[in-house]
């Protein structure tokens, strides 16, 4: 079976990538509509599908709530860690030979964006001589994008190793965006720094890093220090815990309390080995990118691509290894507060856009005849349920349940009929543990908020959180709903930044 389909993919390329295209968004629309159609002709069908579900959320929510809560004490610990005097104690020789290019693809960025960017990198305990920084504008930025590069190069003149910028140009065959701009930076950087100055690539990491995102000051020593701990570094991924709190207090409700949600995700993921993916922010190996060609450049998703193509380069062997540091980022924000919900929701439909990987994943796992079956299974099977499944959680956890019993007058004097809104809403009842945890580790991690708080606000806070049913239909399931939809009519989305003020 699988060499014909490996003879037939090799032989009708274009079908097989449009097939594969169409193929999440017919699932997705077949999930969300089948408990509407399906409550006239097979209600007890429909029944089972919504309690298996509300059972297999239940296990996600549960899953989440206890590793989030082991992920946030050992983010706590290790920020405490002495790491730069524990890589001297352990790696004498070795400590300080570990270099760092830090590559920051930008685009219309606000200055000040960047400065603090870089400010945050000027705090690392880590030798700040071993950081090579290379800030990658885009040539279409004309000189707004040269003006912020000599600014950018004169501030931080002597502070770092290197602080390079350079322009990355409209190429033919490019997708513009953030993966094309790392690989175009990032080679610029090799031959800068390996080719010109002799350092060794065996001994240099690459990060690439959002323009708003803040390490925290011992990151790239607990990178190194894994680095040199790691008997494979050359087959590794290290990925910090993403959250959301650089503007936290400034967003609107809706906003604040996605962000708070995906910061505490981004903490739990790290302790997923199967389904812990690279993510935003992170860091390589030098080596490892040059390697294997470094970043596609025909493609918007870069983070979940690159993963993927390290994967089945390394026949399986290669690994996201999770580093316990916050890494912290910007939520979706504008100038008001309908541009602020306008930005989030572009910012998400990009985000479901990983979905058009998933044509380039599948196609990689039946063509990997090398791979263990089970390694590459899980591995896929797990990206593959998360990307199908972003439009259809809410429909199938809010209103499914109710469908049957609503659609069909026959089943609704069963006793399934009558019990399955009871029996739905008493496992989804449960779940909402994962809620509290949520709001309890977000409210330990969040920054103070800036201004003085009234009885009023600390009352608001939580209750924000009862927001969830409409922010969770407008800002999760309608732009994954309209990114599979677009892939699944070729209609293909451009790269779109987004807004930081």
Known sequence: MGDLLRTYIKRHPVRTQRFLEILPGFVSWSLILFPFWGSLIFPTLVAYYVIGFAVYWLYRSLTMSFLAIVAHFKIKAASKFTWVEDLQNRFPDKWDTIHHIIVIPTYKEPLEILERTLSALAKQSYPLKNLHIMVSFEEREGNAGREKAASLEKKFEGVFGHIWTTHHPDIEGEVKGKSSNTCWGAKIAKKLLVDEEGIPIENITIT???????????????????????????????????????????????????????????????????????????????????????????????????????YFAKKGDFEVKPIFLPVYSDAAESTSRISSFNNQYEQLKRWAWGVSDDSYIIKKYIEAKDIPFWDRTVRVATTIEDHFLWPVNWFAITISAFLPPLLNEAFNRTVLGKTLPQVTSSLLTIALISMVVIFVIDAVNRPPRPNSRNLLSYILQPLEFFLLPLVGF????????????????????????????
């Open 474 to 501: 407008f800002f999760n399931a309608l732009p994954g709903i309209d990114a599979h939809t677009r892939l699944m009519l070729g209609k293909y989305i451009e790269y779109k930044v987004t807004e930081k003020v």
């Open 208 to 310: 690439s890093e959002d323009a708003d995102a803040q390490f925290h000051h011992h990151y790239f020593a607990a990178v190194a220090f894994s680095f040199l701990e790691t008997d494979k570094p050359f087959n590794a991924i290290w990925q910090g815990a993403i959250v959301f709190y650089n503007n936290i207090w400034r967003v609107p409700a809706p906003i604040r309390v996605l962000a708070s949600m995906f910061s505490v995700i981004q903490m739990h993921i790290l302790l997923r080995s199967d389904r812990l993916i690279n993510f935003s922010t992170y860091t390589t190996s030098l080596k490892h990118v040059h390697d294997i060609g470094y970043w596609d450049t025909d493609v918007i998703p870069e983070d979940y691509r690159l993963f993927f193509k390290s």
